[in-house]
């Protein structure tokens, strides 16, 4: 079955610590892949996305994520957190001949000043 | 409208009652896709429109389960017989894709705040 697996359900870090989260995906072909992120009482926004050509990808408020196809991967960094980025993050792929998203769990990212 | 919109933000039903969630897009937006999302879970996809037609109902639960968009803008989700396992958050989510060509290019969804259903 198709299915995208975050490995780190909780993370708590000190303020200016650096950040991975990871993120696998189980499709042989052609991906598209999302990292959306829900700050408390918002709703999902859209952190960066990957669809084709330069596998580092750079998001908004200093997120970048790598894809690595060999691993089917596509982990998200960080180098310095904020207390602003307690949040859940969600990796989503979607396939190339179909629409709908295809999230993980998410991960908890919990900041402490 | 400047995002997507739903309501109710909250709904509690009595196990054995009918609902209704009701989902604006993004004025223009020709996709529009209904997620449920289980507490400590991400969304799972429910179902999928292209303008007016249902282009995939996979992940409807049940025969419980009803959406439509009528008229290619608004759409509901109906869920008829609510149990307590129908209990989670709704999403809704628009894009502004509506062909192949266009998928690699623009595939962002923009998602709603939910609609957050108890079932008692």
């Known amino acids: 079955a198709q299915s995208v697996s975050q490995h780190n359900h909780h993370v708590i870090l000190s303020e200016a610590a650096s950040l991975e989260l990871g993120c696998n995906y189980s499709?042989?072909?052609?991906?598209?892949l999302f990292w959306y992120v829900q700050y408390p009482g918002q709703h999902l926004q859209l952190l960066l996305k990957?669809?084709?050509?330069?596998?580092l990808v750079k998001g908004i408020k200093g997120f970048e994520a790598e894809f690595i196809k060999s691993k089917f991967s596509f982990n998200l960094r960080k180098p310095s957190v904020q207390w602003s980025d307690t949040a859940e993050y969600f990796c989503?792929?979607?396939?190339?001949?179909?629409?709908?998203?295809?999230f993980g769990t998410g991960t908890r990212l919990q900041v402490f000043p | 409208g400047a995002g997507v919109s739903q309501s109710p933000r909250y709904k509690v039903a009595k196990r054995g009652q009918d609902v209704a969630l009701r989902c604006d897009p993004i004025?223009?937006?020709?996709?529009l896709f209904w997620y449920q999302q289980a507490l400590g879970q991400g969304p799972e996809f429910l179902t999928y429109?292209?303008?007016?037609?249902?282009?995939?109902k996979s992940g409807l639960p049940s025969d419980r389960f009803f959406a439509e968009r009528p008229e290619g803008s608004v759409s509901t989700l109906k869920i008829q017989r609510t149990q307590q396992e129908d209990s989670a958050v709704y999403l809704c989510?628009?894009?502004?894709?509506?062909?192949?060509?266009?998928?690699?290019?623009?595939?962002?969804?923009?998602f709603g705040p939910g609609t957050r259903l108890t079932v008692l």
């Open positions: 989510a628009s894009s502004a894709t509506g062909t192949r060509v266009e998928r690699g290019l623009r595939r962002e969804q923009f």
């Open positions: 499709y042989g072909g052609t991906v598209n």
């Open positions: 990957y669809f084709s050509g330069d596998p």
């Open positions: 989503a792929a979607v396939r190339h001949n179909t629409d709908k998203l295809i």
């Open positions: 004025s223009g937006h020709v996709s």
């Open positions: 429109f292209q303008n007016e037609a249902q282009l995939d």
